[in-house]
């Protein structure tokens, strides 16, 4: 009934999805996070909000009266009066989108001086997605340029290594900007310690807006915030419900968003000031 596939997201600068990104009080706006292992992931409404805006802006789609916007989306409910205009009913959308969470994320480490770190739930769910072999994640084994590693030194302190396992490059996504497998320095943590190494991994930043005419905060218009930063790696599973067209149902959507390879989106808040930037890639076709 369904044809599955996932997608890839590298941000390319810090991305925040979560509460408020206006001028706030004081407050620390904080990214959503993922309910058991406390990490940072983008819900599938802003997912599938992003592709939705980014195929209506489609001029093709402008011409031919978003005609394949309202297929794969679904007919809008008609406005007041509309009805009698011949307006068609509410429809439902053909393409789903799920949250994407983390499968690797960039963490400062002063002696090499970045490694990106996962747990095995993080990646049990990637390899789910991408229908790779199941494996067994064991905590503080890592893989990269770099043996005989026997410790790390984190902000937080020293991190114990276990053993290097090649077995972790098969679950770097290909075609990456910022990691390469083998040559960049991966490790996977228990999951009962990915939440701490995430939080101390996540971008930060006050953010004020001045008064016009003073140096000051223009009506408490002080806030800080917190982003994903630059090289995390997510994934997100889509689908799309066969409905009226045959089976290259797939093919026929990646074509109408022209999303064939990867392609730059923009996702979450704070875009005026630099943050949100992704390369997204889909993997067609699991089934």
């Given amino acids: 009934m369904y044809k599955k596939a996932y997608g890839i997201i590298e941000t390319l600068a810090p991305l925040h999805v979560g509460a408020s990104a206006g001028e706030e009080s004081g407050n620390l706006n904080l990214i959503f996070r993922d309910q058991f292992t406390q990490t940072g992931i983008i819900p599938g409404s802003s997912i599938?909000?992003?592709?939705?805006?980014?195929?209506?802006?489609?001029l093709r789609q402008k011409n031919e009266g978003y005609k394949d916007y309202n297929y794969w989306y679904g007919q809008e409910a008609p406005e007041k009066g509309e009805a009698a205009?011949?307006?068609?009913?509410?429809?439902?959308?053909?393409?789903?989108?799920?949250y994407a969470s983390i499968v690797w994320l960039p963490v400062y480490c002063p002696n090499q001086p970045v490694v990106w770190v996962s747990c095995p739930r993080l990646l049990k769910r990637y390899q789910k997605l991408s229908g790779k072999t199941p494996y067994t994640f064991t905590p503080h084994t890592y893989y990269g340029a770099k043996d005989n590693l026997t410790k790390l030194f984190f902000n937080l302190g020293?991190?114990?290594?276990?053993?290097?396992?090649?077995k972790?490059?098969?679950?770097?996504?290909?075609?990456l900007e910022n990691l390469q497998s083998g040559r960049d320095l991966v490790l996977i943590v228990s999951d009962t310690e990915i939440s701490m190494i995430h939080d101390m991994a996540l971008y930060r930043q006050s953010r004020v807006a001045l008064d016009a005419n003073e140096k000051k905060a223009k009506g408490g218009a002080f806030f800080n915030v917190e982003a994903l930063p630059e090289g995390t790696i997510l994934t997100f599973p889509t689908a799309i419900k066969n409905k009226g067209k045959d089976d290259n149902s797939w093919q026929e959507y990646i074509v109408d968003a022209d999303i064939e390879k990867t392609k730059e989106l923009y996702f979450g808040g704070l875009e005026s000031i630099g943050f949100g930037r992704t390369n997204v890639t889909l993997y067609e076709g699991l089934n």
């Fill in 48 to 58: 599938r909000g992003r592709f939705r805006a980014d195929m209506r802006q489609d």
């Fill in 85 to 98: 205009e011949n307006k068609k009913d509410t429809t439902e959308a053909l393409v789903k989108f799920e």
């Fill in 158 to 166: 020293f991190i114990r290594l276990d053993s290097s396992d090649k």
């Fill in 168 to 175: 972790l490059g098969d679950y770097i996504p290909d075609n």
